[in-house]
T-cell receptor, first 111, second 115 residues
Framework: KAGVTQTPRYLIKTRGQQVTLSCSPI?????VSWYQQTPGQGLQFLFE???????NKGNFPGRFSGRQFSNSRSEMNVSTLELGDSALYLC??????????FGSGTQLSVL | AQSVAQPEDQVNVAEGNPLTVKCTYS??????LFWYVQYPNRGLQFLLK??????LVKGSYGFEAEFNKSQTSFHLKKPSALVSDSALYFC?????????????FGKGTKLSVIP
C-alpha cells in the first residue's frame, strides 16, 4: 500500500508570493491533516479535512487555507508569503482510527 | 486546552543501555497518547499509542511506554538502545471526544545513542 505522498519535496519562494502544496493520502483514508514544523515552534496543527469538509482548524492566519477533493487528495495554500512561513509542512492521513500516517513533508523556504 | 511537555531537549545514552524519554500531558477527559519518531529530512513515523486498557503499551522497534494517570505521564522506554534509535522523538495527545484527529505535540526530544 502506498504511503502518504507530498509534492513538491522542496520549494523556494519570495515574500509576497503564494504557494500550493499537495498531499495524496493512503488509499481509503478520508481524513487529511496538515502540520507546520519549525525549529522554534515545533509541530503545530493547521487544519484537518474529512470527506471534503474542514473538521478542525488551528490558530493560523487566514493566509493559510486548504481544501480536500472527492478522492481525498488535499491541497493547502499560503498566500502573501512571509519569511516566517519558512517551514516543513507535513501532511498526515488517517483511516477509521486516530493513528496518523505522515508524509515526508514539503520544505518551504521563503526568501 | 490540551498540552504536552517533554522536559528534556536531548537525551544521551550508551548503546546497550536502557533509555527513557519523558512526557507529561494535560487534557480534559481521557487522553489518547502517542509517540512518534522523526529521522532527518523525513516525516513522522508512528511508534505506539495508548487509548485504554493495559498501562504498559508495546510498540514498534522494541519500544514501549507506560501510562501513569496519577502523574499524567507517558514515558517512552526501551530496554537496550541501538545506535539506529538516534532520532527526534515526539509525544502527542488527542483530547477524548475532540471530534477530530488533531494532535498536540510536545517540543520533541533528541535521542543520541553513543556507540
Amino acid at each position: 500500500k502506498a504511503g502518504v505522498t507530498q509534492t513538491p519535496r522542496y520549494l523556494i519562494k519570495t515574500r509576497g508570493q503564494q504557494v500550493t502544496l499537495s498531499c495524496s493520502p493512503i488509499s481509503g483514508h478520508r481524513s487529511v491533516s496538515w502540520y507546520q514544523q519549525t525549529p522554534g515552534q515545533g509541530l503545530q496543527f493547521l487544519f484537518e479535512y474529512f470527506s471534503e469538509t474542514q473538521r478542525n482548524k488551528g490558530n493560523f492566519p487566514g493566509r493559510f487555507s486548504g481544501r480536500q477533493f472527492s478522492n481525498s487528495r488535499s491541497e493547502m495554500n499560503v498566500s502573501t508569503l512571509e519569511l516566517g512561513d519558512s517551514a516543513l509542512y507535513l501532511c498526515a492521513s488517517s483511516g477509521t482510527n486516530e493513528k496518523l500516517f505522515f508524509g515526508s513533508g514539503t520544505q518551504l523556504s521563503v526568501l | 486546552a490540551q498540552s504536552v511537555a517533554q522536559p528534556e531537549d536531548q537525551v544521551n545514552v550508551a548503546e546497550g543501555n536502557p533509555l527513557t524519554v519523558k512526557c507529561t500531558y494535560s487534557v480534559s477527559g481521557n487522553p489518547y497518547l502517542f509517540w512518534y519518531v522523526q529521522y532527518p529530512n523525513r516525516g513522522l513515523q508512528f511508534l505506539l499509542k495508548y487509548i485504554t486498557g493495559d498501562n504498559l503499551v508495546k510498540g514498534s522497534y522494541g519500544f514501549e511506554a507506560e501510562f501513569n494517570k496519577s502523574q499524567t505521564s507517558f514515558h517512552l522506554k526501551k530496554p537496550s538502545a541501538l545506535v539506529s534509535d538516534s532520532a527526534l522523538y515526539f509525544c502527542a495527545v488527542i483530547g477524548h471526544g475532540a471530534g477530530s484527529y488533531q494532535l498536540t505535540f510536545g517540543k520533541g526530544t533528541k535521542l543520541s545513542v553513543i556507540p
